[in-house]
């Protein structure tokens, strides 16, 4: 048993090392685990079966390959397994931008994803690239890491279970205890939020039309939640809920009713329309002039907020309940 033990520990130190891009060297390796070169090699050619039995199950192919200039073995990463400096530099762009994170969470995840993915040569790269960013990066006002609540959120969602959280209003600064099935976290303008629907009592109390609607709760200003023991059924209404076509139809994650809105746009610019909205079809377009007439599916009120801060560019709006 504790030949057993010692293998699979020098094979796990063998991966973890591939994975950082460092270069396995077998007479460096046998003089660390006190063993001979042979059995190094034995534990290569164990970790590189595995690494093969691992890509054909999932397409994640990692090979172990042996580097002639460099004379050691090192990990070569098939297209869907790696991730370019390119790629590294657009993912942390997205992050640092979003202002999601506190400052040290952020730093710390970006610094994984480094070295993770990444060989140890080109870690530096990357990081001399965003550091001036994370240097001068600003945290949102509310300060509060919402990745714990992510977590357990997560967890909600997929056992189904009901959750009761202590919420601060926007409104008012008030502070309410709801208790609620959860559906899905979306994120949107800095912020991560929960779409959740309310218990029966709590549903009772809002306008009829709107009770079949997901409500929706900035994560920041969850006090405390509590995930419960207790499982909750999805009503048959749900089936309307899907996170991605949600997503699609929301505009500043103001909640409410489907409703179809036509308008017509006048401007140059219509990619920066149709990205905002996801939904959004041109029914007519007058070339000369540069006017479009479109029509897009939004839940709730938010499209309003958008509408007006277009100014003269959007006029003749009109909207119909779904």
Known sequence: MGDKIDKTQRIL??????????????????????????SVQRDIDDLRAYLHDESTLYGNEQLIVYDQKRKGYVLSHGESACLSVNELVAIAKVMLDSRSLLRDDMGRILNKLLKTFLPHEEV???????????????????????????????????????????????????????????????????????????????????????????????????HSLTVEEEHYQVPSYTSR???????????????????????????????????????????????????????????GTGIWRWIRSQGDAVTDVTVEEL
């Open 124 to 222: 530096k790269l990357v990081e001399n690239l965003i550091r001036n960013e994370l240097h001068h990066y600003v945290e949102l006002r509310h300060k509060k890491n919402v990745l714990p609540l992510l977590q357990d959120l997560s967890r909600a969602i997929q056992e189904q279970r009901y959750i009761t959280i202590s919420y601060e209003k926007s409104t008012n600064k008030e502070v309410v205890t709801r208790k609620l099935s959860p559906l899905g976290i979306c994120f949107s303008e800095y912020y991560f939020y929960l779409t959740a629907y309310m218990d029966r009592e709590e549903r009772s109390k809002i306008p009829k039309e709107l009770q079949d609607f997901p409500t929706i709760y900035r994560l920041d200003r969850i």
């Open 241 to 299: 809920y899907q996170e991605a076509e949600f997503r699609k139809r929301i505009q500043f994650m103001y909640g409410g009713r489907l409703q179809r809105v036509t308008f017509t746009y006048v401007g140059h610019d219509i990619d920066a329309i149709l990205d905002r909205l996801p939904t959004a079809t041109i029914t007519w377009y007058e070339e000369e002039t540069h006017t479009y007439h479109i029509r897009a599916e939004v839940y």
């Open 13 to 38: 130190t063998m991966q973890r090392r591939l994975l950082q891009g460092e270069v396995l060297c077998k007479p460096e390796l046998a003089k660390e685990f006190g063993i001979n070169e042979r």
